[in-house]
């Protein structure tokens, strides 16, 4: 069992830059790969970034690529995962949700592929 809790996001205006963090409650000794989703209204919601288990290796869309950043802290039972939003577009304007895998060394892109999931973090980038 995973469980996420989204924090940080909100309004900004375009250009600036915003973080959200995700911090998930497992059970020690589960490893798990984690991942950004975000829905913007009326959209399907789509991928934003992966992070492996270890934080080695990521993955980002190609809509985010070169202006997002992922990190991850590993502690015991408790791990953090932040998705640095810079120069940020309207565009960019959804809930962004956090997401976690069980299958720790993938960086999955389809939102079937995670089985767990947060509540979701509102981010606005006025024009």
């Known amino acids: 069992q995973v469980q996420l809790v989204e924090s940080g996001g909100g309004l900004v205006q375009a250009g600036g830059s915003l973080n959200l963090s995700c911090t998930a409650t497992v059970r020690t000794g589960t490893r798990y790969a984690m991942a950004w989703f975000r829905q913007a209204p009326g959209k399907e919601r789509e991928f934003v970034a992966a992070?492996?288990?270890?934080?080695?290796?990521?993955?980002?869309a190609d809509l985010v690529k070169g202006r997002f950043d992922l990190s991850r802290e590993n502690a015991q039972n408790k791990n953090t995962v932040s998705l640095r939003m810079n120069s940020l577009r309207p565009e960019d304007t959804a809930d962004y949700y956090c997401?976690?895998?069980?299958?720790?060394?993938?960086?999955?892109?389809?939102?079937?592929?995670?089985?767990?999931w947060g509540q979701g973090a509102q981010v606005t980038v006025s024009s």
């Open positions: 997401a976690a895998s069980l299958n720790w060394n993938k960086l999955w892109a389809s939102k079937d592929s995670y089985t767990y």
């Open positions: 992070i492996t288990w270890s934080g080695g290796s990521t993955r980002f």
